[in-house]
């Protein structure tokens, strides 16, 4: 499917067509029920909510109990530990709905999420993958939106630019059901970037996304997110667009995914160099001049190597700490 608005003649409510809410859960007890609220005051009243308990070991379950014992749109599915890719296929697997929506258990919707988004597949034939601009969130406070200049907020065919970074967050995400049936499951073995190679697997076979600029979730930011974790990140990152470009058939696709692929792995090598600034700093300049040699239109790297290799008689030193610092603030 390349876009278009599907039939909506199933599983309406008051003209509206069901969503399937799929929301992975891993001891959130703490957490999970504000995403549950969030989503009951949905506007877009039609909705079910599959919350996937995946092997908690904490009050995950009884928390979502409550809301399924309460409210017939909630059901709760159980599996054991086996990660939020799985999850989520567990849930798509179930889902009835002719829409699919994803939400972290740690993360929450404002309450007119739902109506404004679905809004959009009904303004433009070719949408297949909607999402809204958010908030970054400390659980208590606000931090700022994730998108402040409206020129980067790319909607569209968004497949060369989603070479370049995942663009979307899981949360703000909608898909109409055929598109998601067609992508197929979430990959299991990313820990991390499984919803980036999911959208690169949609913009391979067409991707025409419009989003909603006014923020519509919030992100909550703590230690312990999974994308703090820089050098097993830019590993995923690496082995998602490697695998991405191995089986693309776009040719612009290709294109963007190769650059893109270079730069990461240039990451990759300045990712690695970050542990050796404690252990082995005179073994950073050659991380530096790998990842250079990976991607040779970032200069940047190249006055970073020559400033790491330039004599200590002539002030090697000071320009040698002054990429050291820049490393640690990086990577």
């Not at 993360?107 to 999402?131: C, H, I, Y």
């Not at 991380?287 to 190597?305: E, Q, S």
């Amino acid at each position: 499917m390349s876009g278009g608005i599907l039939s909506l003649a199933v599983m309406r409510t008051n003209g509206k067509a069901l969503v399937s809410v799929i929301i992975p859960a891993h001891n959130a007890a703490g957490v999970v029920e504000e995403a549950l609220r969030s989503v009951q005051v949905q506007t877009w009243t039609n909705f079910e909510a599959l919350v996937i308990d995946d092997g908690s070991t904490d009050a995950t379950a009884d928390v979502v109990h409550r809301f399924v014992g309460r409210d017939a749109r909630f059901c709760i599915l159980s599996q054991a530990n086996a990660g939020a890719s799985r999850a989520r296929n567990a849930g798509l697997a179930r889902a009835r709905g002719d829409f699919i929506a994803f939400l972290d258990a740690d993360d929450v919707w404002f309450p007119e999420k739902l109506e404004r988004q679905m809004g959009l597949f009904q303004t433009d034939a070719r949408t297949n993958f909607v999402f809204s601009n958010y908030l970054f969130w400390d659980g208590t406070q606000d931090l700022g939106p994730r998108h402040e200049n409206r020129r980067k907020f790319r909607e569209g065919d968004v497949g060369p630019h989603l070479a370049e970074g995942n663009l979307f967050l899981t949360s703000s995400v909608i898909l109409p059901r055929a598109t998601a049936e067609q992508v197929g499951d979430f990959d299991p073995a990313f820990a991390i970037g499984e919803d980036w190679d999911y959208w690169l697997r949609l913009a391979d076979r067409g991707i025409w996304a419009r989003g909603v600029w006014q923020p519509l979730a919030r992100y909550r930011r703590w230690p312990g997110n999974v994308t703090r974790h820089k050098l097993r990140t830019a590993e995923l990152n690496v082995v998602v667009l490697e695998q991405n470009l191995n089986r693309s058939r776009r040719p612009e696709l290709q294109r963007a995914l190769r650059r893109a692929l270079a730069r990461a792995r240039g990451v990759l090598e300045l990712a690695r160099a970050r542990p050796l600034l404690e252990s082995a700093p005179h073994s950073v300049a050659e991380g530096v001049w790998r990842a250079w040699r990976h991607h040779p239109r970032r200069l940047k790297w190249l006055l970073w190597y020559l400033a790491l290799v330039w004599p200590a008689s002539l002030g090697g030193q000071a320009t040698s700490d002054l990429v050291y610092r820049k490393i640690r603030q990086k990577w």
